[in-house]
């Protein structure tokens, strides 16, 4: 550095640097002392801009130094980094004189020991809990026998062989592959991608939608099951419609998908096995319910049949219990004509009795006195009281009549009045009294000839005046000249906002 500065000369001030100048030299001094470095720390501030770079700050218990990140390195990352995590980092110190400061280029980083993981693991697992994505009342049930399956796996690896081994093996059923990465920074995306692809498709499409999904993995390090902890990878299992059915790692590993699915295998070839039933162990269990159910259909049969002969023996026979009935029906057949011969005796003994109330002269006394009661009452009702109210309700109603009258002859005196108003009106705003004042209209049929284009197409011509058609034949007018045409083709054009025609069967003027 020291050949930056010239020693100044007797009686001179020292020479004057540029800011970037000085920052510039500052930048060589710290890079060239201190080429890449190994970083163990602990991560304070982290922010992830939308242009994909990290910035993070690195500190311990005294000091803190700012880290960036560019996005190429962050991609490649095998976990996302967070607050509060211990990492080692690799990288190369450098300044930035945009803001007086130094910092560290991060080219590599990973969490300093599992330890460092498994806290961070734990965190993640209570913020998700406190969320209610591990709550057991959102479990679904898984279908007894799913029709498809879908895998979200690793196309390539040893389990999906297993899995469609022990699926052949116990009950064959239609099976689809998503794959994915199964380890590494990509591993958490496809994986959410697809439980998330499984559940968008249509039920009934052309690609069926599955029943059920299983999400699988062999055994590894914790760095290498990470993926199965991010955060995407669990809400989306949370949301599944589908049932899934988790089955990352060994028996002894557990990740956080494990909470979120409906039901957690030990391994994916046990996930196969919750997945359907053995086939043989079905069909053994359907042959004994049918035979259960065909002894039972017998034994009912056997023990009704009993039954109803025990109560048959129960019953007394036929001819013992016509017995009695037809003992009372020979006693009712004697009595007939007794009780016959005694009901025609009283009825004509009634008869006797009322018949001698009845005699001529009874009749003409209650005749004579309703003859004179009615001849009283006939006094009573006199003819004119009736005329009367007959004669004061038609002057009432002649009245009525009258004034009836004057009002209907009042009314459409006033609508024959409004009547010929409208017909001046409608006369004054028609094209017919346009013509009265030199216009013409010419017709081609029911078609209005506006131009000279379409007359000398025409081989007939109608010119309307104000008192009638006059008929022109195309073949023998002569074409107008433009100075010919121009002067009507004025006219109408003033003419034509003083008399619109009245509707669009009338034609327009010309």
């Given at each position: ?123 993640r697992k209570a913020q998700l809990t406190s969320e209610g994505l591990f709550d057991p009342s959102l479990k679904k049930p898984l279908p007894t026998l799913p029709e498809v399956i879908g895998v979200v796996t690793s196309p390539s690896g040893a389990v999906i062989r297993d899995i469609l081994h022990r699926l052949r093996d116990r009950f064959p059923r239609k099976v689809l592959i998503w794959p994915v990465a199964v380890q590494g920074e990509k591993c ?93 162990e079905m069909l053994a269990w359907v042959d004994e319910q049918g035979a259960r159910m065909t002894r039972a259909l017998e034994q009912g049969v056997t023990q009704r049949g009993q039954r109803l002969r025990d109560l048959a023996r129960a019953l007394p026979r036929a001819e013992v219990l016509l017995e009695t009935p037809r003992q009372r029906l020979d006693r009712a057949g004697e009595a007939l004509p007794r009780a016959l011969r005694a009901t025609v ?166």
């Amino acid at each position: 550095m020291s050949d930056l500065f010239d020693d100044p000369r007797e009686g001179e001030n020292a020479p004057e640097f540029s800011v970037s100048e000085l920052s510039g030299a500052i930048k060589k001094v710290i890079e060239g002392n201190f080429g890449h470095v190994r970083i163990r720390a602990e991560i304070g501030r982290c922010s992830f801009p939308r242009s994909g770079h990290v910035y993070l700050d690195l500190k311990d218990d005294k000091s803190v130094i700012a880290g960036v990140m560019w996005k190429g390195v962050a991609s490649k990352l095998p976990m996302r980094p967070e607050e509060g995590m211990e990492v080692v980092a690799t990288g190369r110190i450098t300044t930035f004189g945009g803001q007086s400061k130094y910092q560290i280029v991060i080219e590599s980083m990973k969490p300093a020991g599992v330890g460092a993981l498994m806290a961070m693991l734990e965190k993640r697992k209570a913020q998700l809990t406190s969320e209610g994505l591990f709550d057991p009342s959102l479990k679904k049930p898984l279908p007894t026998l799913p029709e498809v399956i879908g895998v979200v796996t690793s196309p390539s690896g040893a389990v999906i062989r297993d899995i469609l081994h022990r699926l052949r093996d116990r009950f064959p059923r239609k099976v689809l592959i998503w794959p994915v990465a199964v380890q590494g920074e990509k591993c958490a995306p496809e994986v959410t991608r697809g439980i998330e692809g499984f559940n968008k498709m249509t039920p009934g499409g052309a690609l069926p939608r599955p029943d059920l999904i299983i999400v699988a993995r062999g055994g590894g390090s914790v760095e290498d099951l990470w993926g199965f902890n991010e955060e995407s990878v669990v809400r989306a299992a949370a949301a599944s419609d589908i049932p899934l059915i988790s089955a990352v790692g060994h028996e002894t590993d557990t990740t956080l998908i494990d909470f979120a699915s409906d039901k957690r295998a030990p391994t994916p070839t046990a996930a196969a096995e919750l997945a359907v039933p053995v086939r043989l162990e079905m069909l053994a269990w359907v042959d004994e319910q049918g035979a259960r159910m065909t002894r039972a259909l017998e034994q009912g049969v056997t023990q009704r049949g009993q039954r109803l002969r025990d109560l048959a023996r129960a019953l007394p026979r036929a001819e013992v219990l016509l017995e009695t009935p037809r003992q009372r029906l020979d006693r009712a057949g004697e009595a007939l004509p007794r009780a016959l011969r005694a009901t025609v005796d009283t009825r004509r003994l009634n008869l006797t009795e009322k018949a001698a109330g009845l005699r001529p002269n009874n009749l003409r006394r209650m005749i004579d006195g309703k003859r004179s009661e009615y001849g009283r009452r006939a006094d009573r009702l006199s003819v004119q009281p009736i005329r009367r109210d007959i004669e004061r309700k038609s002057e009432k109603l002649t009245s009525f009549s009258h004034r009836f009258k004057s009002a209907a002859d009042a009314q459409l005196t006033a609508w024959s009045t409004k009547l010929d108003g409208l017909e001046r009106l409608r006369q004054t705003l028609g094209y017919e009294a346009t013509l009265e004042r030199g216009y013409a209209v010419v017709w081609d049929g029911d078609q209005v000839v506006t131009n000279t284009s379409d007359a000398s197409k025409s081989a007939h011509l109608e010119i309307q005046f104000a008192d009638g058609r006059h008929q022109v034949s195309g073949d023998g007018a002569s074409d107008p000249t433009p100075k010919e045409v121009a002067k009507p083709a004025k006219k109408a054009a003033k003419a034509k906002p003083a008399s619109k025609p009245a509707s669009p069967d009338q034609g327009s003027l010309f």
